[in-house]
């Protein structure tokens, strides 16, 4: 039985995370899918709108590439009654197997609150460096106030720092589900559930093999905000650099 296969972890929220929200956090390994060598990691709210209920992921992203799916979700206080969830079990079931139905199977997932602004806000401004940011910050020279420190700094609309924090969280459940299986995977893939999918992506040896370096990023052309973070290829040795922004940016060597 497929479903016997899963072992599932508990995975305790640090106290210190989200302090105003209780975390309904957990870890699902499948050790059917410890072989392959790419890993396709998705994060962030869990609300958007998902095509086909990720049936165009599956079939032209996560199967051309015989990849395996990493999701780091999150959730609003009131997702589950929008969705008519009688409780926050209730909640996370229609979350992953009905919204995300046919993106199974998903060899790790991890469901957290979204963190909110005056965590946000707790965070950023405690780091050594945030004086100096704070006073040199420049609104001139944003794109529709857009900032890498929206909400906290600029526009209060925007969601790049909660974006950071999810990318981080995807990264940690990664590292999490390699250790477990002994290896770590050979390429990484970043994307977004609400895409929809025209054509099977490309080889990972269509990127590798033109690289300029070993450590490269491969990434959608840079728009108005800056770098592109709607999908990115990149070989497992570039995953810190770019799966673990929120640290670096709150970090004392930053």
């Not at 989200?18 to 392959?36: G, K």
């Not at 994060?43 to 079939?59: D, F, M, Q, T, Y």
């Not at 609150?113 to 910050?137: C, D, G, Y």
């Not at 905000?225 to 990115?232: C, L, S, T, V």
């Amino acid at each position: 039985d497929r479903n016997a296969a899963l072992r599932v972890l508990e995975v305790e929220a640090a106290d210190h995370l989200l302090p105003d929200l209780v975390s309904a956090s957990e870890a699902l390994i499948d050790p059917i899918h410890t072989q392959n060598t790419v890993a396709v990691l998705f994060s962030g709210w869990l609300g958007v709108s998902v095509p086909s209920r990720g049936r165009g992921i599956r079939e032209a992203l996560a199967n051309p590439l015989s990849a395996d799916i990493y999701v780091a979700g999150t959730f609003l206080r009131d997702d589950c009654a929008q969705m008519g969830a009688p409780n926050r079990s209730a909640c996370a079931d229609m979350l992953w197997n009905k919204r995300l139905l046919h993106l199974h199977p998903i060899a790790g997932r991890l469901l957290e609150p979204m963190p909110s602004l005056r965590w946000l806000q707790a965070q950023v401004t405690a780091s050594p460096h945030w004086r100096a940011i704070r006073n040199r910050f420049r609104t001139d020279f944003l794109y529709q106030n857009l900032s890498i420190f929206s909400p906290v700094l600029g526009s209060t609309s925007a969601n790049v720092l909660r974006e950071l924090v999810s990318y981080e969280r995807a990264y940690a459940l990664l590292g999490r589900a390699e250790a477990q299986r002994g290896r770590l995977y050979e390429h990484l893939l970043f994307s977004r559930l609400e895409y929809t999918w025209l054509a099977p992506h490309p080889p990972i040896g269509a990127f590798m093999r033109h690289a300029e370096s070993p450590s490269i990023v491969w990434a959608p052309t840079a728009d108005a905000n800056g770098m592109n973070d709607r999908h990115a290829v990149m070989p497992r040795k570039a995953g810190s650099a770019y799966f673990q922004r929120w640290s670096a940016l709150i970090s004392a060597h930053a």
